[in-house]
T-cell receptor, first 113, second 112 residues
């Protein structure tokens, strides 16, 4: 039973470019969560999505960041016009139900040069 | 969500039990205690969770005090691969219990 999959594992972008991070939840999981871990800092919740719906985006920066979880395909975290401060590890998690335990993927490490 | 307090670091000899404490004195009746760990920048790994009874699985045991104000995660026979940051998280199981709020955790170092 494959776990949560994220790709790419490493992503390098120049300032001003766009970054697209993908997350495929575990089989049978319809709840997806995105977290960010800045260098030397703790994990911070960003957004919670169910299929085709954003349920809680209280942790998302107000500008340049967006997330989606379409009916078909992986969840996408999109960062437009990246800046150096966006360099971080981005982790996706999934759960079978909203109140069940969350299982995390290996993360995408974004480096902005 | 209730706040948790954990020691910043602990050491444990390989093969011995590792007992990681967590204080959550403001926990509410509808909140679970969850434990996760993060091994050197990998994705966090779910370990165990409980409400008020002690729980055990193949990874660890969770002991919750009767007043639920604190808990202890027990790794019965720690190995070098258990070296990680361990996070104790309190999370409501109804009404907004979606996100996990990670604190600073306990850095467990298992040594020979």
């Amino acid at each position: 039973n494959a776990g949560v999959m994220q790709n790419p594992r490493h992503l390098v972008r120049r300032r001003g470019q766009e970054a697209r991070l993908r997350c495929s939840p575990m089989k049978g999981h319809s709840h997806v969560y995105w977290y960010r871990q800045l260098p030397e800092e703790g994990l911070k919740f960003m957004v919670y999505l169910q299929k085709e719906n954003i349920i809680d985006e209280s942790g998302m920066p107000k500008e340049r960041f967006s997330a989606e979880f379409p009916k078909e395909g992986p969840s996408i975290l999109r960062i437009q016009q990246v800046v150096r401060g966006d360099s971080a590890a981005y982790f996706c998690a999934s759960s079978r139900r909203q109140d069940y335990e969350q299982y995390f993927g290996p993360g995408t490490r974004l480096t902005v040069t | 969500d209730a706040k948790t307090t954990q020691p910043p670091s602990m050491d444990c000899a390989e093969g011995r039990a590792a007992n990681l404490p967590c204080n959550h004195s403001t926990i509410s009746g509808n909140e679970y205690v969850y434990w996760y760990r993060q091994i050197h920048s990998q994705g966090p790994q779910y370990i165990i969770h409980g409400l008020k009874n002690n729980e055990t699985n193949e990874m660890a045991s969770l002991i919750i005090t009767e007043d639920r104000k604190s808990s202890t995660l027990i790794l019965p026979h720690a190995t070098l691969r258990d070296t990680a940051v361990y996070y104790c998280i309190v999370r409501p199981f109804t009404g907004g219990g979606n996100k996990l709020t990670f604190g600073t955790g306990t850095q467990l170092k298992v040594e020979l």
